[in-house]
């Protein structure tokens, strides 16, 4: 992952600016996934990609979940399963979107990120 993107993503996780919501990247109400904080960080730094409707829009629309054009520039699955859940074989503790949906708070995400990536 570029270095300079996960610091931001990490960033903006912890920095509030984001209200956590669960079921999309970005529901109508503007809250997020962690995974649409990521999403939103990316089209901020690149000015590429766009939110239509709570989904956003990168290379080809992919509903609830993160593009795949993005989540394989960044080496994550369009789920937000890390790689290292492979390893370890609990695939709850490494799914970033899984985490978001059952309540985990984004300070807390955001320091799976940094120990994972």
């Known amino acids: 992952m570029d270095a300079q993107l996960k610091e931001k993503w990490i960033a903006a996780l912890e920095s509030g600016e984001y209200k956590q919501g669960t079921g999309f990247l970005r529901s109508i109400k503007n809250e997020f996934c962690c995974l649409g904080v990521l999403c939103d960080v990316f089209q901020k730094e690149t000015e590429k990609g766009e ?27 369009s789920n937000g399963l890390l790689k290292t859940s492979i390893e370890c074989g609990d695939l709850r503790r490494y799914n970033l979107a899984a985490l978001n949906d059952t309540g985990m708070p984004f300070k807390e995400i955001a320091q799976v990120i940094r120990e994972q990536f």
Request: net charge negative.
């Open 51 to 77: 939110w239509q409707n709570g989904h956003f829009v990168y290379g080809e629309s992919n509903n609830v979940f993160l593009p795949s054009y993005l989540a394989s520039e960044i080496s994550i699955s």
